[in-house]
Each structure stands twice: as C-alpha cells, then as structure tokens.
C-alpha cells in the first residue's frame, strides 16, 4: 500500500484512543453527558468503532469512506468534549483554557479526516 505515513499515524491514534476505551472505561464513561442513556454502551460502541475505523483506514480501498466515518464519530462524540468543557465533574480537574483547545482540537481532527475523503 503506497498510503501517505500521516494516515497511519492517524490509523494508529484512532485504535490506540478506542483500545484506551477498554483499557480505561471509567475516565470515557465519565464525560458522557447524563442526558445520554447507557453510558456504558456508548463507551464501548466508541471505542469499537475507534478500533475498527482505525484499522479500515489503513486499507488503501476504504479510506475514503472511513475517513467520513470518523468525520461523523468525531462530530458523535462532540457532546462528550462539551459535557467535560462545561462540567467541573467531568473535566478532571484540568484547566479551562485545555479543555477549549481540545474543544478546537475536535476541528483540527476533523479537517485532517476531510483531508481523506477527496
């Protein structure tokens, strides 16, 4: 597969984040926002679909339609960054001005996914 190194690195970092889901359910369970039913569920449905879009990207054939799969994970997963922006519980304790730029972090991921798709 002639795929450029940066998609990898990007295949990689996805199926690390969605291995972590298991590894570490509890720091993912805690910024879904409550208004979402079964947080359990979602931590696990993300962190597969983390794992699965991952290794589907590296596949030469698919990437163009893995990287809007991730676009939408990516914007599917927004409410949990917003819920961990604005709820002290939820933030770890980490500073306000870190919690906004992983909020704009979400948009910089989002265009390096788009990037994919053309």
Known sequence: MNLPWH???????????????????????RIIPPFFKNPKLINTVSGLAEIVLGILLMLSFTTKYVAWGIIALLIAIFPANFYMFQNKKASFGLPKWILFVRLLLQIVL?????????
Not at 7 to 29: D, E, K, S, T, V
């Open 7 to 29: 998609l990898y690195l990007m295949a990689i970092l996805y199926i690390l984040a969605g291995l972590n889901h298991f590894r570490n359910p509890g720091m993912y369970i």
């Open 110 to 118: 989002i265009f390096w996914a788009f990037k994919y798709t053309l």
